[in-house]
């Protein structure tokens, strides 16, 4: 778990041999630091701020987007939610712990929207994890083989990283912390025991990682089966916005899908420059449904045959959902149309319907119902009144 003084200190490394001050300033959350966000802390109990943020009200509007959840799904909710009190009690124990539940749920929802496409989970970039609630969910998926995360702000990439040192363990590793250098004269004295070190060809494998925003040239060497990015695109200065969609476009596999959850406020983009930006970076919508409160005739009259077949033209959708792919990927010419990207466009994708396709049936559990599901759990794991 990486410390303050550390992030700050590889942060303050980084600024000293870049090459002009326009690289750093189009990487700060300005957005943020105009509400009055902790962009900055100086302890890691502040984090404690952050637990169920961002996403606050929206878990009965994920509900109906998905028309309910699993048994299944329910479990993984309630199983997500007992982690995160446990990280809490943990590594805040200045705090009585909450229940994240509307920030939970949407990492929920982002999970089913990447395991419908990409059902073998693979390798997926995400970038701006906000609570980092994303781990919480594959962390414990047997398939994973590289979760790599971006974060640009500072607050924020604290939390991810005590979360990801939590749920991960050993398979984690921060690009924010380099390694020390290593006092070679300790090997050659006499009246000190030379230390044994390991090899690092012989440790476990590492399946998640964390990048600051100054190491953003490292994932260029990466390849991923999913690129996420959420509630953050259209908060992105016009030239972060630029180096990202590069960095996805060249990181993307071939048949890489491109998940956006909510595009974010509208800071430094609207949604239709934000389009433009799509449409020249070549990624094609696949689907785009947005978050209306209320179908126009007008929109009705626009959607795709595959969009409604799907029942999508009667499910309100709870943030902008938008998937995208790649000139390298099938579906690309087809959908890559500057008039695609509107409400009610999608592609005969039979991933699409899994997104909301559940075994069995659903139903829509109050706060009071999964607040006491979380205690159950919770007390099951009791043990002796001596040890509380």
């Excluded at 962009?39 to 943020?53: A, F, K, M, N, Y």
Aim: with cysteine; hydrophobic share 45%.
């Amino acid at each position: 778990m990486i410390e303050i003084q550390d992030y700050r200190a590889s942060e303050r490394a980084a600024r000293s041999v870049m090459p002009t001050w326009w690289l750093a300033a189009s990487h700060q959350v300005d957005i943020f630091a105009q509400i009055g966000f902790p962009v900055r802390i100086e302890s890691t109990h502040e984090v404690g701020q952050l637990i169920d943020t961002m996403q606050e009200n929206r878990y009965a509007r994920f509900l109906q987007e998905f028309g309910g959840v699993s048994d299944d799904e329910l479990r993984l909710l309630v199983n997500a939610l007992v982690q995160s009190v446990l990280f809490q009690r943990a590594h805040l124990p200045r705090r009585q712990p909450l229940v994240p539940l509307s920030t939970m749920t949407s990492a929920l929802a982002l999970y089913k929207k990447i395991a419908a496409v990409r059902p073998t989970i693979g390798s997926i970039l995400e970038v701006g994890p906000g609570c980092g609630y994303l781990s919480h969910f594959l962390a414990a998926h047997p398939l994973l083989d590289d979760y790599s995360q971006v974060e640009a702000c500072e607050s924020f990439y604290i939390l991810q990283s005590m979360i990801n040192s939590h749920l991960f363990g050993h398979r984690f590793r921060d690009f924010a912390i380099g390694p020390a250098p290593q006092d070679q004269t300790l090997r050659t004295r006499k009246d000190v025991e030379p230390p044994m070190l390991i090899e690092e060809s012989v440790l476990p494998r590492h399946t998640c990682f964390h990048f600051p925003w100054w190491t953003l040239g490292a994932l260029l060497e990466r390849k991923y089966d999913v690129v996420t990015s959420n509630a953050n695109l259209s908060e992105f200065s016009q030239p972060a916005l630029r180096d990202y969609l590069t960095i996805f476009s060249r990181a993307m596999k071939d048949d890489a899908i491109f998940v956006v959850q909510c595009t974010g406020f509208p800071g430094h983009s609207t949604l239709d420059q934000l389009f433009d930006a799509f449409h020249e970076f070549k990624l094609a919508p696949v689907l785009c449904a947005l978050a209306h409160e209320v179908v126009t005739p007008a929109m009705a009259s626009g959607m795709t045959a595959a969009f409604a077949s799907l029942g999508f033209d009667r499910r309100e959708f709870a943030l902008n959902t938008i998937l995208l792919v790649k000139e390298t990927h099938p579906l690309f010419h087809g959908a890559w149309d500057r008039r695609n990207y509107r409400h009610g466009f999608a592609v005969a994708f039979e991933p699409l319907a899994a997104m909301y396709r559940t075994d069995g049936p659903t139903r829509r559990p109050a706060r009071e119902e999964v607040l006491a599901l979380v205690q159950a759990e919770l007390g099951k794991l009791d043990g002796p009144a001596a040890t509380r």
